[in-house]
């Protein structure tokens, strides 16, 4: 809608509205992939968001303080649950996780168990 003052009078002007609009193919195309890097964007940035947040509970686990007031293996235990369970997203290309290398151990991922339940 668009108003105009015209002679001393308030015009509005409204467009009309077409019954049948036919789509444009440049513009679903190009729809179509601004979705895709939206997504890939998004995807990126949710795995900048999990790999930092692992990767902070793991450093911070091994730190003197956590060690001191007896946290810091809770925190490696969460770091490496939260790898763990996202790791499942890893396989389908939503997540790409980059982790520390001493978490990936095979010392370390052996005293978990992942178990998928159905109800």
């Known amino acids: 809608m668009r108003i105009a003052l015209t002679q001393g009078y308030l015009l509005c002007i409204l467009p009309s509205m077409a ?29 900048v968001m999990y790999s930092a947040w692992i990767s902070l509970m ?19 235990d969460a770091a490496t649950a939260a790898y763990l369970s996202l790791s499942n997203l890893e396989t389908k290309n939503f997540l790409v996780l980059t982790v520390p290398k001493d978490l990936l151990e095979s010392s370390n991922l052996s005293r978990f168990q992942s178990e998928w339940k159905a109800k």
């Open 19 to 47: 019954l049948i609009a036919i789509p444009d193919p440049v513009s679903i195309y190009e729809s179509a992939k601004n979705a895709g890097l939206e997504r890939q964007a998004a995807n990126s940035f949710i795995s």
């Open 58 to 76: 793991w450093r911070s686990g091994t730190s003197k303080w956590a060690s001191w007031t007896g946290e810091g293996q809770a925190m490696q």
